[in-house]
């Protein structure tokens, strides 16, 4: 995350937390200084028991609402300084026109910021990729995963 010339006036660590599908992870935390970097890889599964159509997965991607928080560790509960927010279709499969390179890889996005946060809005880079798998339930019927 790239914020040039802003400086935390809180100096507690930063974590970023993501969801997606319903699950919540949150990365490790980070020194306060900008650029911040998590390398980390999140991973999120999630199996639709009750899908078998394509098109009613992308349906409930649409639906879904991917979240992601920099989130500061300042007494007593943290403080969101800024947020990101967009269906979990489009977070998972960019247009391949707001892409450089290969799908999902080196996006860039900007995130929003809180009112309590000063400066310009940071921007995230991160990747994407996923995987969707079909399989066989016990009673012969297949789902997509």
């Known amino acids: 995350i790239t914020c040039p010339g802003v400086l935390l006036k809180d ?8 969801t997606v599908l319903g699950q919540y992870k949150k990365t490790q935390c980070v020194p306060a200084a900008f650029p911040l ?3 980390e890889k999140l991973v999120f599964e999630k199996a639709f028991a009750d899908i078998v159509d394509p098109g009613d997965l992308v349906e ?5 609402t991917a ?13 969101i300084l800024a ?6 279709r489009d977070f998972l499969f960019p247009d391949p026109k707001l892409t450089s390179g290969q799908r999902g ?14 400066g ?4 995230l880079r991160f990747s994407t990729s996923s995987l969707i798998t079909e399989s066989v339930l016990s009673s012969g019927r297949s789902h997509i995963q």
């Open 83 to 88: 947020t990101y927010e967009e269906n979990t």
């Open 60 to 64: 409930l991607l649409e639906l879904d």
């Open 120 to 123: 310009i809005a940071p921007k």
């Open 11 to 18: 100096k507690e660590e930063l974590y970023l937390s993501v």
């Open 37 to 39: 970097f998590f390398q």
């Open 105 to 118: 890889l080196d996006r860039e996005i900007l995130m929003k910021r809180s009112s309590s946060f000063t």
């Open 67 to 79: 979240v992601l928080e920099l989130i500061q560790l300042v007494p007593p509960v943290g403080k």
